[in-house]
C-alpha cells in the first residue's frame, strides 16, 4: 500500500477531492503542492529524511502568477522527479486529452496512469490508485479510446521542433543550430529539408507557412 503521496495541483477545490479520496484509501500521509518549485523541494526532503514519496499525483498545467517558478509545467516535473527517484510512481491527473500529449508522456517511460478530469473523474482517479498499489498501470476509457486510435498522428521530437522553430521565425539555417545545441539528430539542413516537404505532403500543405497553420489548428504545435 502506498504509504507517502504527493499531491501536485494548483486549484483547491481539486486539491481537496483528491484528498478525499486519498483518505477512503487509507493512505497515512499526504502532501500538496500548488507550485511545481515546492513539490520538487518536497520531494527532495523526503528523500533527505530517507521517507521517500510512494506516489505523485500531478496535474500538466499549473497557472502562472505573481511568483517566478523554475519549473512551469506538470510535464517538466513529472521529467525531474522521475530522473530523481525512478521508483516513484506517477499518475497524472488532467483535463488534457491531446493524443499527441498523452502518447509523448506514456512513450517517456515517465509515468504509471494517466486519469482524465471529467464527470467520471474522481471515481477513476481512485480506480487507478488501487492498479497502481497492484503494480499496474491504468488509463481513464476516455484516454484509452484515444490512444486506440488508428490513425492516431504522432509526431517525433524532431519534427515538432523544427516546425515550431519556424513558426517562431527562424531560418533553416538557423534551426541547424539550434537543433545542434539541443543535442538533436538528425540536425543537418538537408534533412531538416526532407522532413519539412515530407510533412508537407502529409498534411497536404502547399508552403512551409500553411504547414504551421494546419499544425496549430491541429493543436500539434
Not at 49 to 71: A, G, M, N, T, Y
Not at 154 to 175: P, S
Request: net charge negative; aromatic share 6%; hydrophobic share 35%.
Amino acid at each position: 500500500m502506498f504509504k507517502k503521496v504527493l499531491v501536485a495541483e494548483d486549484m483547491d477545490s481539486i486539491n481537496h477531492a483528491v484528498a478525499s479520496i486519498l483518505k477512503d484509501l487509507d493512505i497515512p500521509e499526504v502532501a500538496h503542492a500548488q507550485y511545481c518549485d515546492k513539490a520538487w523541494l518536497l520531494a527532495k526532503k523526503a528523500s533527505q529524511d530517507e521517507q521517500p514519496f510512494d506516489l505523485l499525483i500531478c496535474d500538466l498545467s499549473f497557472k502562472e502568477d505573481h511568483r517566478e517558478e523554475r519549473i512551469k509545467s506538470g510535464k517538466e516535473l513529472i521529467s525531474i522527479l522521475k530522473s530523481e527517484y525512478p521508483d516513484l510512481r506517477i499518475l497524472v491527473n488532467s483535463v488534457e486529452d491531446h493524443p499527441q500529449t498523452i502518447r509523448d508522456l506514456w512513450d517517456s517511460g515517465n509515468i504509471d496512469a494517466y486519469v482524465c478530469k471529467d464527470r467520471r473523474g474522481l471515481k477513476e482517479l481512485k480506480e487507478a490508485v488501487e492498479k497502481l498499489e497492484r503494480g499496474e498501470t491504468y488509463n481513464s476509457p476516455s484516454i484509452q479510446k484515444v490512444l486506440d486510435q488508428n490513425n492516431l498522428l504522432v509526431l517525433n521530437d524532431f519534427e515538432i521542433k523544427i516546425v515550431k522553430f519556424l513558426a517562431n521565425g527562424l531560418t533553416q539555417d538557423q534551426i541547424e543550430q539550434k537543433l545542434k545545441s539541443q543535442h538533436i539528430k538528425p540536425n543537418s539542413k538537408s534533412a531538416i529539408e526532407k522532413k519539412l516537404k515530407d510533412m508537407r505532403e502529409e498534411f497536404n500543405a502547399n508552403t512551409n507557412p500553411h504547414l504551421i497553420s494546419i499544425m496549430k489548428d491541429l493543436q500539434l504545435i
